[in-house]
């Protein structure tokens, strides 16, 4: 399938002295594609030095969080799997989503049949854990590590600010 160039548009960048390019492309179906280039060597290089000042704490973040999630994996997974042991998959997407609007229980199905019911489950874990779950998924161990995690975010963000 082939795409096509259908638009092209300048817009200045955010210092002025240079300018963004939006290239909009489309296929034979009419979908759009949209391609965003910056072409400012003044805004590139401060872009670069955001993500330099930034990168030590966001590193040290995920790190925090990535251990905060193994570490609730190793100690509540089993339980969380465990409560939907025995039960069909119509039952346990009524306990896990019922009171939520998505997935819906077709596409709840259609996950299913293509993960694998137990990896699925693991990775709603892993993905929900964090914010979503009540506190029995939690400990203080891990909401430590959680909130540390949270410390570097902001740290990260005052750095990256802080940038010229
Ligand atoms: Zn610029």
């Known amino acids: 399938m082939s795409w ?7 817009s200045p960048c955010p210092c002025g002295r ?3 390019l939006k290239i909009t492309t489309e296929n034979d179906w009419f979908q759009t594609d949209e391609t ?3 072409e400012c060597t003044f805004c590139e290089a401060k872009n670069a030095a955001i ?3 930034g990168r030590p704490y ?4 995920a790190a925090l969080q990535a251990r905060a999630r193994s570490e609730a994996e190793k100690r509540f997974l089993p339980s969380f799997l465990g409560r939907l042991d025995g039960k069909n998959k119509k039952q346990i997407w009524a306990e896990i989503f019922s009171k939520n609007s998505y997935p819906s229980l077709g596409t709840f199905y259609q996950h299913v049949s293509s993960s694998g019911l137990e990896n699925y489950l693991r990775s709603y874990f892993q993905s929900k854990f964090e914010h979503s779950f009540p506190n029995e998924y939690r400990d203080e161990a891990i909401d430590a590590l959680l909130r540390e995690a949270t410390e570097n975010i902001a740290q990260a963000e005052k750095a990256e600010g802080a940038v010229e």
């Open 4 to 10: 096509e160039e259908v638009r092209r548009q300048k």
């Open 18 to 20: 240079g300018f963004i």
């Open 36 to 38: 965003s280039d910056l």
């Open 51 to 53: 993500a330099k000042a």
């Open 58 to 61: 966001r590193e040290r973040a």
